[in-house]
Every structure is written in C-alpha cells, then in structure tokens.
C-alpha cells in the first residue's frame, strides 16, 4: 500500500473527500503551467480568478448574498497571493472549498479548467492518478552497490536492503576477492613491473563468487517481499540480470531489466525509465478489463444504460466503469425508487451523475477508468459499465 510520501493523493484522502456532504461544496480544477513564460505572465492565477467569478455567479444562484459569499470564497481567493504555491507547480492544481474548510492539493495532472458547486465535491478528474497506480520493486544491482526501492509511477521510496542484504561482493566473498580474479607473474624489465593473466579457473571463481553474492541478495530482498506480489525490476548490465535470474526465488521478477552500471544514474530518469517498462504490466490490467466487457457485450453483464448504470453504481454493483474524458451527463437521481431524471445541462437542483456513479463504483471497490473518446468501448457513449454480476 502506498504511504502518503508515495501517492499525491491517498485514497484514504479521496475517501473523505468523496464522504463530505455540505451545502455549496466548490471544486475548482486548473492547471498549474510550468514553463516560465506562462509562470511570468501569472496565467494559473488569472485562471483561477476567472474560476472564482463563475462560482460567485453560482452561489448567488443559491441566494447567498454578496458580503456572504466574498467572505465564504475568501480561502480561495487568498491562493492567488500564494507565492509558493505558484512557485513550486505541478501539473495541475485541485481546489475544495466548504463549510467546513479549504483543502488544495498539486497533483501530477494537467487538469482542464472546470469549476462546480453542488452538495458535493466534483472528483472524476482524480480518478486518473488510480488508474495503473500498482506498487513495483526496482533492485539496483552491481558488484559493490545494490539499493532497493519501493516505486509507483510518482517516485521512489528507499527500503534500506542493506539492514538484511550484503551492499558489496567482498562482504560476502572477502576484502581480498579482486587479487584472486587476477594471477600475477612477475615480468622482464621490458614488460613493467609485472603482467597477469587471466585462466578459466580464475573466470569461474568470479562466478561462483557472484552466485554467492546474488544468493545472499536474493536471500535479503525474499525477506523484505515475503509473499507480496508486486514485481522486482532490476536495474543492472546485462550479464547481472542473467546471472541474478538464476539465483532469484521471488516468483514476481520481471522479465526485462534497465540495462547498464546504475550506481552513478541520475534517480529522476532512473524512475521514468522504470515506470515506462512497468506502465506496460500495469496496463494490462485495464486492457483485460475492456477485452471482458467486448466478450460480454449484449449481455446482462454489461450496459451503456444510465437507468441500468446508475442504480447498480450506488449499490455497489459495478465492476468497471468506464468514462468519458472531459463529458459530464447532468440531471437527478431518486434514490428511493432507483429512477434517473436527465437534464441537458448544469443546474442548482441537479448534479453531475457522471461523477456520482464514478464515485459510487470506486469507493464500493470498483475500477473506474477515465478515458478519451476514441478509446471507449463503444462510440458515442460517455459512460459504460461492466457488472460484477
């Protein structure tokens, strides 16, 4: 499980975010400009001053007077004066105000400009940062370096091996291993101070020698994982891999590693090279998923239906949800009688039903995926659901 040093935004912390029901609940999405031409010219917080005008314009649909609102959307209005705030960006920024608070997060999504007031937070966008959100190992691996790291796609987290695993060969094999690698002779005066040798003894000795250091390694990292079922991914030359690979007993190494010496790497490009090879595991997943709902299309299993998708999200009954990037579908939702009234757009009295059946599904233990229009199952639908059931 993630800790709140890995994920940028805990599902614990959507949880509570998604549980909050409080009379105009604003959420505001932007995105944050890194480059310093848009930092310059301030466009996030010109961005966020537009945002805040439009939700003044829905709270006074609300009846709520002008000296209330200015006062009630004061938290918001003082992040524009946030030097640091601006100073340090993400990609994008998330904003929630209610009765209760202003909580802010800067999160690794460009998000499109969107504000919303409702009694509840507006998070479809959130989704995304869940989607192939597994947790992997990467093993760096030399003769006289080896780090272990915790990883997901938002960074890595030290898990300090060294407390069970031997860091270098010669605390396994001896301070004197290199010497017996090499058989010295003494030479003529014309050949230096003296010359060596290399022999098949002395190749096979580096290897049982490495075997043993791998197996003490292997012995270590088996400890840390125990039965998890994350994958290892080692980063190291080649023949290290192939050698390693004979040792290993977790059964979740990978089977590709990142080649070449990566004790002098920079970790910045060592982690986004991680994470191209582990995006692809982790995809699967989703891609298992679209591949259910084509094997069960026109069955009861799944639906492009809300009076079918609706009702089974807030009862727990959604396997997969399937959304939309960017498409909202707006009405009401009676809970007593399962029934969905829609409407062509927002309005005070109705609500994002989109974003109520994502959240429904993904804190009832569903997946939601959050996809562009071209990737959907089925054309022209912004919501498709495949049940459990």
Request: aromatic share 12%; proline share 5%; hydrophobic share 35%.
């Amino acid at each position: 499980m993630y800790t709140t040093a890995d994920h940028p935004l805990p599902k614990k912390t959507f949880e509570v975010l998604a549980a909050k029901r409080n009379p105009h609940c604003v959420s505001i999405y932007l995105p944050m400009h890194k480059k310093g031409k848009e930092q310059n010219e301030h466009l996030a917080q010109k961005s966020l001053k537009s945002c805040i005008r439009e939700v003044q314009k829905n709270l006074a649909e609300y009846q709520m007077h002008e000296d209330e609102i200015k006062k009630y959307l004061k938290p918001i209005n003082d992040l524009i004066d946030n030097i640091e705030l601006w100073r340090h960006p993400s990609d994008g920024i998330a904003i929630f105000l209610d009765a209760e608070g202003l909580n802010y997060y800067s999160l690794p999504i460009p998000f499109t400009i969107k504000n919303y007031v409702d009694n509840r937070f507006y998070l479809k966008p959130l989704l995304p940062l869940y989607h192939e959100d597994g947790v992997y190992y990467l093993l760096e691996l030399s003769e006289d370096y080896v780090k272990l790291y915790e990883a997901s796609r938002f960074g890595l987290k030290d898990v300090h091996v060294e407390d069970f695993a031997p860091d270098q060969l010669e605390k396994v094999v001896g301070f004197d291993f290199r010497p017996r690698m090499l058989q010295f002779r003494s030479g003529q005066a014309t050949h230096g101070a003296g010359s060596f040798h290399g022999y098949g003894e002395g190749k096979d000795d580096k290897k049982k020698e490495l075997t043993s250091f791998f197996r003490a390694i292997d012995k270590g990292v088996k400890k840390i994982l125990g039965d998890n079922k994350n994958p290892l991914l080692l980063a190291c030359v080649d023949s290290s891999y192939f050698q390693y690979k004979k040792t290993n007993s977790y059964p979740h190494l990978y089977d590709k590693n990142i080649g070449g010496d990566p004790e002098f790497r920079d970790k910045n490009s060592l982690h986004q090279e991680s994470w191209k090879l582990m995006k692809v595991y982790f995809e699967k997943t989703k891609k298992d998923k679209l591949k259910q709902f084509t094997d069960f299309y026109h069955t009861p299993k799944t639906s492009f239906e809300l009076n079918d998708i609706i009702p089974a999200g807030v009862d727990g009954k959604i396997d997969t949800l399937f959304v939309q990037h960017n498409t909202d579908i707006f009405g009401a939702y009676d809970w007593e009688n399962k029934h969905v009234i829609l409407d062509e757009q927002k309005e005070i009295h109705n609500i994002s039903l989109t974003n109520l059946v994502a959240l429904q599904t993904f804190t009832q233990g569903g997946k939601v995926y959050v996809l562009e229009a071209d990737e959907m199952p089925i054309k022209e639908c912004a919501v498709i659901a495949l049940f459990r059931y």
